[in-house]
T-cell receptor
Framework: DSGVTQTPKHLITATGQRVTLRCSPRSGDLSVYWYQQSLDQGLQFLIQYYNGEERAKGNILERFSAQQFPDLHSELNLSSLELGDSALYFC????????????FGQGTRLTVV | GQNIDQPTEMTATEGAIVQINCTYQTSGFNGLFWYQQHAGEAPTFLSYNVLDGLEEKGRFSSFLSRSKGYSYLLLKELQMKDSASYLCAVEDYKLSFGAGTTVTVRA
């Protein structure tokens, strides 16, 4: 157990819908990272927050957004869902503003039908 | 842009040694990570190289040559539980992952 908690573990939804994925980082970690892993794309960095502020952005679609709250948990919002958004979404956390020793949660498997 | 290459698959026998190579061309470099990922599970941190040379951690070792844009992960005394995907990742302001190498350990 990495100490990073993601909910829900599985999510099935229809195209066009909106979902919210939640991540609670390890105690004491200030950075949260979101990744998308699909079969044809591998693990892709989406976005990073550090202590409530957006720190870095990867190939995140405009339909996707995220935020980190004062208690440091983070949410990833996915809207106007398409079939191609079906993937595993991982959250990772680290103490510092860098990926050193980042720990991954178990992921949320999103299926868009 | 980021370009990180590693072999797609490797097969080895229990007790043997396997070396997974990773070459990279990236716009920035702060360090190189290796992660292990079992199917459907979270990636697990294995090693982190910042400077050139070999880092040894039990049965796993990782090597880095920054001038050559090259790293390898060495897995010794292979066990069945080592069957997994091994991900090479380069850090600049973010982590960029290779597609992963699926290692199958056979009895």
């Amino acid at each position: 157990d990495s100490g990073v908690t993601q909910t829900p573990k599985h999510l099935i939804t229809a195209t066009g819908q909106r979902v919210t994925l939640r991540c609670s980082p390890r105690s004491g970690d200030l950075s949260v990272y979101w990744y998308q892993q699909s079969l044809d794309q591998g693990l892709q960095f989406l976005i990073q927050y550090y202590n409530g502020e957006e720190r870095a952005k990867g190939n995140i679609l405009e339909r996707f957004s995220a935020q980190q709250f004062p208690d440091l948990h983070s949410e990833l919002n996915l809207s106007s869902l398409e079939l191609g958004d079906s993937a595993l979404y991982f959250c990772a956390s680290s103490v510092e503003d860098r990926n050193t020793e980042a720990f991954f949660g178990q992921g949320t498997r999103l299926t868009v039908v | 842009g980021q370009n990180i290459d590693q072999p797609t698959e490797m097969t080895a026998t229990e007790g043997a040694i396997v070396q997974i190579n990773c070459t990279y061309q990236t716009s920035g470099f702060n360090g190189l990570f290796w992660y292990q990922q079992h199917a459907g599970e979270a990636p697990t941190f294995l090693s982190y190289n910042v400077l050139d040379g070999l880092e040894e951690k039990g049965r796993f070792s990782s090597f880095l040559s920054r001038s050559k844009g090259y790293s390898y992960l060495l897995l010794k005394e292979l066990q069945m539980k080592d069957s997994a995907s091994y991900l090479c990742a380069v850090e600049d302001y973010k982590l960029s992952f290779g597609a992963g190498t699926t290692v199958t350990v056979r009895a």
